[in-house]
T-cell receptor, first 119, second 115 residues
């Protein structure tokens, strides 16, 4: 079973459309994240939710609206898509917001990414 | 504002060679540092995590070091194999706070190991 799964894997759409990317984790983690990887390969955090509560909201246009119906799901809805929104969006999860206190190599578990192309 | 830089941007080596990937960061107030591997079309796989109080971590053929005062980390890969070909990302964790965890990523080093 995939630990962090995102759908769709690829999304091609026209400028101005509204689209959603879904993320689900079956690890029992409390915290979920959305990261954006742009064409230069930089990964930047967008949002973080801890047990359905928004705890990190970086400088992201309000066209992006995350929704967490329960702690196993964090969906990303994007309104009025623009060319600059084209990127790979990664979902991730960690045991808890204070997950840094844990030792070991897998504090954050990432999904496979969703490649969004806006034409 | 934390900035993470990785050098080189790309590296091509013959199989069996030992190699070093470099990562530098501007703000030494970090909680930890992670090295990830990214394969095309796949997510990120965490390779090694070094807490700020540690100086190195080892896993198999991989060894990561951390010099927090100078803002540097290296990832050493011994006896490289074609299967090691991937993009390697360095990420630093911000000083822990109740508002949640943040990772600042470098741009990555694209490694190609030729048979």
């Amino acid at each position: 079973d995939t630990a962090v799964s995102q759908t769709p894997k690829y999304l091609v759409t026209q400028m101005g459309n509204d689209k959603s990317i879904k993320c689900e984790q079956n690890l029992g983690h409390d915290t979920m994240y959305w990261y954006k990887q742009d064409s230069k390969k930089f990964l930047k955090i967008m949002f973080s939710y801890n047990n359905k509560e928004l705890i990190i909201n970086e400088t992201v246009p309000n066209r992006f609206s995350p929704k967490s119906p329960d702690k196993a799901h964090l969906n990303l809805h994007i309104n009025s898509l623009e060319l600059g929104d084209s990127a790979v969006y990664f979902c991730a999860s960690s045991p808890r917001a204070s997950g840094w206190a844990l030792s070991g190599a897998n504090v954050l578990t990432f999904g496979a990414g969703s490649r969004l192309t806006v034409l | 504002k934390q900035e993470v830089t990785q050098i080189p941007a790309a590296l091509s080596v013959p199989e069996g060679e030992n190699l070093v990937l470099n990562c530098s960061f501007t703000d030494s107030a970090i909680y930890n540092l992670q090295w990830f591997r990214q394969d095309p079309g796949k997510g990120l796989t965490s390779l090694l995590l070094i807490q700020s109080s540690q100086r190195e971590q080892t896993s198999g053929r991989l060894n990561a070091s951390l010099d927090k005062s100078s803002g540097r980390s290296t990832l050493y890969i011994a006896a490289s194999q074609p299967g090691d070909s991937a993009t390697y990302l360095c990420a630093v964790g911000r000083q822990w706070e109740t508002s949640g965890s943040r990772l600042t990523f470098g741009e990555g080093t694209q490694l190609t190991v030729n048979p």
